[in-house]
Nanobody, 122 residues
Framework: QVQLVESGGGLVQAGGSLRLSCAAS????????MGWFRQAPGKEREFVGA???????YYADSVQGRFTISRDNAKNTVYLQMNSLKPEDTAVYLCAADPRYSGRQPRHYNYWGQGTQVTVSS
């Protein structure tokens, strides 16, 4: 079992930055793909980006160039650095983990955190 706990959300003005963290339990964290997703009210869960066990990163077009994912395996933590935030980035941000899947479809990720709210004011 893997447990994930997100932190770092909050209220920020458009153009600002936030860094989200996702702390994971378990000794095999380094072998998991870690994904970030977001979900706004009334909308489907949306892929934001992911980092593989080999540190390959990939992002949704909507955040490419503004968001950066990194991981610290010694701390069992993955980060989402969000810059140049826009009001349309407002959502609950969730991290996910999977030992085998490394894609963009949320239904294939086995483990999920509870999420952290990010609100961007205009």
């Amino acid at each position: 079992q893997v447990q994930l706990v997100e932190s770092g959300g909050g209220l920020v003005q458009a153009g600002g930055s936030l860094r989200l963290s996702c702390a994971a339990s378990g000794r095999t964290f380094s072998s998991y793909t870690m994904g970030w997703f977001r979900q706004a009210p009334g909308k489907e869960r949306e892929f934001v980006g992911a980092i593989s066990w080999s540190d390959n990163t990939y992002y949704a077009d909507s955040v490419q160039g503004r968001f950066t994912i990194s991981r610290d395996n010694a701390k069992n933590t993955v980060y989402l650095q969000m810059n140049s935030l826009k009001p349309e980035d407002t959502a609950v941000y969730l991290c996910a983990a999977d030992p085998r899947y490394s894609g963009r479809q949320p239904r294939h990720y086995n483990y999920w955190g509870q999420g952290t709210q990010v609100t961007v004011s205009s």
